[in-house]
């Protein structure tokens, strides 16, 4: 069955870097939409960056400029550097993935990684 594992969270001091990755099996990443939620707590599920079947790209106001999505497929690996960390990034992290269109909506994702914890302090 399909899973993505994620890995890379940590804690991290304001201003630091990290780089999460996501690990795609039985699953092609390439021939589909990409994307990293996050969820902090009290706080809604939100999309923070999106990567198309086609390469295009889309980011959460709050992190544009400081994110950047890509994919290695190749490797079958999702990846979200994050750079310029603020207290407001922490948050459990976790990538998804679908089939057509691009959306911001996670309840179009159909798989789900189990996570990974990034904490800016």
């Known amino acids: 069955h399909v899973q993505l594992v994620e890995s890379g969270g940590g804690s991290v001091q304001a201003g630091g870097s990290l780089t999460l990755a996501c690990t795609a099996s039985?699953?092609?990443?390439?021939?589909?939409?990409v994307a990293w939620f996050r969820r902090a707590p009290g706080k809604e599920r939100e999309g923070v960056a999106l990567i198309g079947n086609y390469g295009a790209t889309d980011y959460a106001d709050s992190v544009k400029g400081r994110f950047t999505i890509s994919k290695d497929n190749a490797k079958n690996t999702l990846y979200l550097q994050m750079n310029s960390l603020k207290p407001d990034d922490t948050a459990m992290y976790y990538c998804a993935s679908k089939s057509g269109l691009c959306t911001w909506l996670s309840s179009g994702y159909m798989n789900w990684g189990q996570g990974t914890q990034v904490t800016v302090s």
């Open positions: 039985e699953y092609t990443l390439s021939n589909n939409v």
